[in-house]
């Protein structure tokens, strides 16, 4: 059997009969020859790799989002279409409008970033006629330029904004069940039944979802990947639905599909996931993957775990309920079972007696990984609390809730007397490693002191720098 | 024309000099189309090459087992340090540095042997499958240890003026202490790269994404067995540089030049991201132990300072990075009496390099972090401590290297800057916030810089160029510079364009090549076009007098009268196209090739004493930037910044401006996010953008207002009189370093001295904060 990936590249049905598990930028800069597309870090954060990848949503509308071809599988293009900077320029009389832009104002030095930026800041005025500065920087933070200082390409996004034509959707056919060969099968099911077979029948495959982690393997050292089953187009895994107590969250979800959702119910949240990755990242990355792999510094974990989520697991032997603060065993150890999968992520609702927040502590403020993320959700009786909860990232090998603080705090007022215990209940909790990301101490201190800023915040103090 | 004479002599009339073109491959940038050296497609039988690094800090290299990577797939060969037929020598001052190690490994990264094979993925996993015996024996990894043991890896250096030591110790009050700053990676985006085309006979063509293409030559040549006429080095552009392809460029080329020669087929060696970071250098972490002697008012009356550069594991360029570092140290201050010695500390970390500013940052940042103290501990204003040392605007005053300090703009740029960013109310506003605030505090703060223009070795400053007219009047440009994304090629197609009188779509660029033009320079010291733009003016002045004599003939005037301009050549009411003239040139068998040469004049250095005037003249500019700090998480961001930066008379506004924006971004991220760490093993765990952060777009300052100084031509005769401008505004970053520390001195009410090292992470930040709320309890 060898069936070749078929997808639409810059507007043209395409047929590549390359590996499946090979990476779209190497295809790309190899056999496509498409070469304005560059290879800045193959580890999916410098976003000169970037291309718009045509995704549909549960309807099966298609939108064009950025995505880094660095760790973008060929499997992933089959049955959607692909477009890149040369595609782009190709779109209107010398080019895109945000391209025409930039090459009159500067935006430009040594260039070799700037056909990603192009990209990026044309796929977010698909998304947004008219964007604000925050959001041009939402769209840029996976896209980094050591040369101009960025000023130029802001205003390059701002000036482009009424020119920009939308760039059309191709209505490429829908993925087929498997491509590839004997050597690398690469598996597309559409329905959970199919995925928990496969799984069943390959259990040596390689379960992918956005692959924001795991294909770096394949960036960097050109691992092979014999066997590969991708969840995006399984339909019961795409499902976003609210009950009247719980918002739950299909395994193959993605951050950018569920930010609405957590804007309108913990915008804290939202505001942190905005700084999850980038937006190339959110695109492919999803709830589950994030969790599955039992990153000690997953972002996601913090805050599901002070909001009560727990998961919905899938296996041969049918659907079990785990709360998520038994579902971190060790480090990248999860409690998944061989053949399980993450069916659904559920969030209990907030109710009005919830406050709750969430912080990230890095040494940048986009797109890196916390040294510290910590969460916060109180339910309180008058000023008295009746149920605390405090989970903590990067302070241990797993994401933690941190039992004694939430004892400390359980019955008494937020005030100095249960914060001082609390912070002490902290410091005392964990022992964390020292990093590049930050000291053993600074990681202690940062974590109790985030306590504090989360009483101060809910007294209405300014406590983040990025408020000025 | 006398061949001393440069255009700023001439009648010009600014019509493309002075102009905003944009860079030249803006459209192809952003198209795509720009073609990088790993885009430009493999000719048939190319081979790629991985290299591998050692994984140990420092020991006896005993044995490479390449067995399971030679029966790899695809693998043709492995080269190690013995298939080398001539020098294993890839150093661009000392002989210390081999291109492939032969017995002693010396850092971790350090690049042993390099696999050779038909794709880049075979040669990947075959480099994997290499297994090193290495007898490790105890690393230095600490610049102080090494200073402790005496362990350099170049001679040190001492500049001394007035009896130092006498003045410290009469002066009313001394403070001594340290300041440590962290080094940097350049982060270019492209990685280092280089691609080897064997030819003919002994030829060997080299692409070679580098800042110094002759250096690559040289070293090729040497490498090969060959001479440098057997080898030519191109590049057309890189794809950003900032110093880290001044001499880093050379081992990689050198590497693919090995395996062309040894295969016989064209090589491509691309070293990905980790291994760029790991393999290749970057900017030298300081350590400065001072003393200084000062009367009441914040007067500096003596100086004294070890510099403890982290050198690396090899001397590379550490020892004209230490000597930039202790010639800047005065930045703009006249300081009577110094005694500063500069040591090249050596480490078994990889070699540190050139990086935009070359230690001029590392000696600025630490008198800065001086005063800053001073006057805190005197209780007088920073910037009224500052304004006591300025240097003089006509006192005649030198700098501790003997320096006249000539057209001296220190006072127009700081009170221009001080004037735009409205100090004093906002001085008010930020002390007003500070009392209101618990959590957050700003800071505020200013800063002068006075950087020096040329490179410190006088035969350095050297340049040439080649110009041809063709009889249809297009014309062909060629230089010794190099492109690195700042617009050097625009900038001296424009100086051409300008003598000729012609549009400058009608110049076309061409790729630097050492067999174009010989015996370059590296395109860095901000000096590509002060010395490149020169040598093209020269050329094509030489060929615009020629042509004017012919059209001085056919007009019937004299050669004197004729002007060129608008792509005509008038004399009064008659004129001729200069296309047409172009033609008439060839019908009478006049020449319309020139080279052209220039070296910089004035200059003088003595590199034992440290004195001379290493400069052609000074570049000044001024900052003032505001910070806000998180107290409980040190958290910190740049809120607004105002910039005046003198250019001379600009050759390109628009680069100009993109040069300032660009480099001072570059050095907030030096100060602030980006930090290098290195595990106990001696392992750099800090190798790509996950965990080494530059700055983003959001971290570049909301209000960010830069001015050029207006209709300021240099005094001294360069091109045009514009000033170089690569890197002096890197250290205008150094206002935000100072305002995240005046933010942590507001916690005393600016009384007390953060003690704040560089880069001021958030975890740096908020240990000054615990420090000073410490320091605070105590004395209450």
């Not at chain 1, 065993?329 to 709750?356: H, M, N, Q, W």
């Not at chain 2, 961001?637 to 001379?648: F, Y």
Request: charged content about 20%; some cysteine.
């Amino acid at each position: 059997m060898k069936r070749s990936i078929q997808f639409v590249l810059n507007g043209k049905a395409t047929k590549a009969d390359c590996r499946p598990d090979m990476t779209v930028l190497e295809w790309l800069r190899g056999e496509a020859l498409l070469r304005g597309t560059k290879e800045g870090c193959a580890e999916g954060d410098c976003g000169a790799c970037s291309v718009l990848l045509m995704r549909r949503n549960v309807e099966q509308q298609g939108e064009w989002l950025p995505a880094n071809s660095c760790i973008l599988l060929m499997g992933q293009l089959e049955g959607t279409a692909l477009m890149t900077v040369e595609g782009l320029a190709a779109e209107a009389e010398d080019g895109h409008a945000v391209q025409r832009q930039m090459a009159e104002n500067g935006s430009s030095q040594c260039g070799f970033c700037t056909p990603g930026i192009a990209v990026s800041l044309a796929g977010l005025l698909q998304r947004k006629e008219q964007p604000n500065e925050a959001q041009i920087h939402d769209a840029l933070a996976g896209n980094l330029c050591r040369c101009t200082g960025y000023r130029p390409i802001v205003e390059a996004a701002q000036s482009a904004a009424n020119s920009a034509a939308q760039i059309p959707l191709p209505t490429p056919e829908g993925p087929a069940a498997e491509i590839g060969d004997t050597d690398c099968s690469f598996y597309l099911p559409g329905t959970l039944d199919e995925l928990l077979s496969l799984l069943a029948d390959h259990p040596e495959a390689t379960l992918l979802a956005g692959g924001t982690d795991i294909v770096l393997d394949v960036a960097h050292a050109r691992a092979r990947w014999p066997k590969t089953i991708l969840t995006r187009h399984v339909a019961e895994l795409r499902k976003i639905e609210a009950s009247a107590t719980t918002l739950t969250f299909g395994g193959a979800v993605t951050w950018e599909e569920a930010l609405p959702h957590l804007e309108r119910h913990w915008p804290s949240f939202a505001t942190l996931v905005r700084r999850f990755g980038s937006t190339q990242i959110r695109s492919m990355g999803t709830i589950a993957g994030n969790l599955g792999t039992a990153s000690p510094i997953g972002d996601g974990a913090p805050a599901l775990l002070v909001l009560g989520a727990y998961l919905i697991l899938a296996g041969p032997s049918g659907e079990r309920e785990m709360p998520l603060d038994e579902f971190f065993l060790d480090y990248r150890k999860s409690a998944l079972d061989k053949g399980e999968i993450i069916r659904a992520i559920c969030v209990p609702l907030p109710t009005p007696d919830l406050t709750f927040r969430v912080y990230k502590v890095s040494k940048r403020y986009d797109q890196d990984i916390s040294t510290v993320c910590g969460a916060f959700a109180l339910k309180v009786d008058g000023e008295t609390i009746v149920n605390a909860r405090v989970a903590y990232g990067g302070m241990a090998a797993i994401p933690k809730r941190c039992i004694k603080a939430e004892a400390a705090l359980e019955g008494e007022r937020l005030d100095g007397p249960s914060l001082t215990a609390a912070k002490k209940a902290i410091e005392e909790a964990f022992s964390p490693m020292s990093d590049m990301r930050g000291s053993a101490t600074y990681r202690s201190l940062a974590a109790a002191n985030l306590l504090e800023r989360f009483a101060l915040d809910i007294d209405g103090e300014t406590v983040e720098v990025m408020a000025l | 024309m006398n061949k001393q004479q440069l255009p700023s002599d001439l009648q010009i009339q600014r019509q493309v000099v002075g102009k905003g073109y944009a860079h030249d491959s803006a459209r192809r940038h952003v198209h795509g189309e720009a073609v990088y050296i790993d885009d430009m497609p493999d000719l048939p039988g190319t081979l790629h090459i991985a290299p591998i690094l050692s994984p140990v800090a420092n020991g006896e290299l005993k044995g490479v087992d390449t067995g399971k990577a030679e029966a790899h797939p695809g693998v043709t060969c492995i080269l190690l340090a013995g298939d080398i037929p001539g020098k294993n020598e890839a150093a661009p001052i000392l002989r210390d540095e081999p291109f492939l190690v032969e017995r002693h490994v010396e850092h971790v990264g350090q690049i042993v042997g390099a696999v050779v094979a038909d794709t880049f993925a075979h040669a990947l996993q075959a480099a994997a499958l290499v297994s090193l015996d290495i007898e490790e024996t105890e690393p230095c990894f600490d610049v102080e240890q090494a200073f402790e043991r005496d362990s350099y890896t170049h001679p040190t250096q001492r500049l001394t003026s007035g009896d130092a030591r006498a003045a410290i110790e009469t002066a009313p009050r001394r403070f001594s202490g340290r300041i440590e700053m962290g080094g940097q990676d350049h982060f270019y985006l492209e990685g280092q790269i280089a691609y080897a085309i064997p030819g003919e006979g002994n030829d060997m063509l080299v692409w070679s994404s580098t800042q110094h293409p002759t250096e690559v030559q040289i070293h090729v040549a040497l490498a090969l067995g060959l001479k440098s006429h057997d080898v030519d080095v191109k590049v057309r552009r890189m794809g950003g540089a900032f110093g880290g392809k001044e001499s880093q460029a050379t081992i990689v080329a050198g590497i693919a030049a090995l395996a062309a020669q040894k295969t016989g087929k064209p090589c491509r060696f691309r070293l990905r991201r980790g291994d760029d970071m790991a393999a290749t250098g970057k900017r030298h972490g300081f350590v400065v132990n001072y003393e200084v002697g000062v009367d009441s008012r914040g007067r500096i009356l003596g100086m004294q300072a070890d510099a403890l550069a982290n050198s690396g594991h090899v001397a590379d360029l550490s020892g004209p990075v230490v000597t930039r570092a202790l010639t800047h140290f005065d930045n703009c201050y006249h300081l009577p009496a110094v005694d500063f010695t500069g040591f090249s500390a050596k480490t078994n970390t990889v070699s540190n390099t050139a990086f935009r500013g070359f230690g001029g940052p590392q000696g600025m940042l630490a008198t800065e972090a001086i005063i800053d103290r001073v006057s805190r501990e005197l209780g007088i204003d920073p910037n009224a401590m500052r304004a006591e040392n300025y240097y003089g605007p006509n006192t005649g005053e030198v700098t501790p290297y003997d320096q006249l300090v000539e057209d001296n703009r220190i006072v127009d740029v700081v009170d221009r800057v001080l004037a735009n960013a409205n100090w004093n109310e906002r001085r008010t506003q930020i002390d007003t916030f500070n009392r209101n605030n618990k959590v957050l505090k700003r800071g505020l703060a200013m800063l002068p810089v006075k950087f020096g223009i040329s490179f410190n070795l006088p035969t350095l400053n050297q340049a040439g160029s080649l110009v041809h007219v063709y009889a249809d009047g297009s014309v062909h440009l060629n230089h010794g510079g190099t492109e690195m994304g700042q617009g050097l090629y625009t900038k001296v197609a424009q100086v051409v364009a300008e003598v000729f009188g012609i549009p400058l779509e009608d110049i076309k660029i061409s790729a630097t090549a050492t067999d174009k033009v010989p015996n370059t320079s590296a395109t860095a010291a901000s000096s590509g076009s002060d010395l490149n733009g020169a040598a093209a003016f020269r050329a094509a002045d030489e060929i615009r007098t020629r042509m004017a004599a012919v059209a001085a003939e056919r007009l019937g005037v004299s050669s004197t009268v004729v002007r060129f301009a608008q792509g005509m050549v008038t004399s009064g009411r008659d004129s001729i196209s200069f296309g047409r003239l172009a033609k008439l040139c060839w019908e009478k068998r006049v020449s319309l090739s020139a080279t052209g040469f220039y070296a910089t004049p004035k200059i003088h250095w003595d590199s034992s004493t440290l004195k001379g005037r290493p400069f052609f003249y000074f570049t000044y500019g001024a900052a003032v930037s505001e910070v806000v700090i998180d107290t409980l998480t040190g958290e910190n961001r740049c809120l607004r910044t105002d910039i005046v930066q003198d250019c001379g008379k600009p050759l390109n506004p628009t680069l100009d401006l993109g040069q300032i924006e660009g480099a001072f971004v570059q050095g907030m991220g030096w100060l602030t996010c980006e930090e290098l760490w290195w595990d106990e093993t001696g392992r750099l765990r800090t190798t790509g953008p996950s965990t080494y952060k530059i700055p983003g777009s959001r971290d570049v300052p909301p209000q960010f207002n830069v001015e050029i100084l207006d209709d300021k031509p240099n005094c001294e005769e360069t091109v045009f009189r514009s000033k170089a401008i690569g890197e002096p505004p890197l250290m205008l970053a150094i206002s935000v370093w100072l305002a995240l520390r005046d933010a942590v001195s507001s916690l005393s009410g600016g009384r007390l001295a953060a003690n704040l090292d560089a880069p001021a992470t958030p975890e740096r930040v908020l240990m000054a904060v615990e420090e000073m709320k410490t320091q605070l309890a105590g004395t209450s």
